[in-house]
């Protein structure tokens, strides 16, 4: 379901004041470029303007969301407004240029042509040639809304083309607010707003049964270390290794250890609201009295370390063994 201009104000502020300025205004850009990072509501926004562009019963910038025009826009279902993304990996020339002949004709119910373009960074250099000549001569009425998270990788000639309004990554507050309206608990929530900024990740995080194993085992090897020690290589060859298999997969698991340690420093330091496995609290608390804060640093310290050798390509196997010696140490 797409955003409310409400709720986009909360996410966006910057880019929703703009956007209203204009409309309010009458000054419409012939071509937007809506770049930032994923998960950070550009789909959003582009259908929230698309359809303050076409509503017949608009408060001041903001569409009423339930004329005819609004609705199909949602529903992606208005002959005026047309939606392109990428086809299998990329979007090729022969999508621009069906683009170019549909803005030939007269628009079906109105004057105005509109179309949004979705990880407009995958054109073909064919395709991105074609768009800047549509670009280069826009017909009049017609508007294009262009959505990327490469802006760096959009020809400087089409960027130039284009009013860019930038997306700021969601904060993390943010972040835990809208994933509880999304129905995730509020311990998942905070500890996925420490992993990523993108709604859209962590949402999918979420899901992933996988996801939900990793965090287990890594709060298990913590108290595997704490309570039992010597037992902490037979849990990495019975159960880690069975678990994580490749690299990405090393990573994410050296991340939630990472934000483990972190607590553990930070509930040392009476900073309790910061911590991220809010749900393993009382635990936590727990172990930050029986030791040091020196050795929680050097554990941190140590995970930091794994981090950079597995950047390295050392293997991964061979890491956690390492790193694991050295927890027991520590």
Known sequence: MVKTWRELEDIQPKVMKMIENSLNKGRISHAYLFEGGRGTGKKDVSFQMAKSLFCTNRDGAKPCSTCSNCRRIESQNHPDVHFISPEGQSIKKEQIQYLQAEFQRTGVESRKKLYIIEHVNKMTPNAANSLLKFLEEPHADTYAILL???????????????????????????????LVEHSVSPSTAQLLSHLTNSLEEALQLNEDEWFGLARKLVIKLNETLVTRPEQALFFIQEEWISHFKDKEQYEKGLHLLLLLYRDLVQLQADNEQTIAFIGYREQLKKQALQTTQRKSVQRLEAVLKAKQKLSSNMNPQLLIEELVLELQEG
């Open 148 to 178: 990327t998270e490469q802006v760096h990788q959009l020809l400087d000639t089409i960027v130039s083309r284009c009013q860019v309004l930038s997306f700021q990554p969601l904060t993390p507050q943010v972040l835990v607010d809208t």
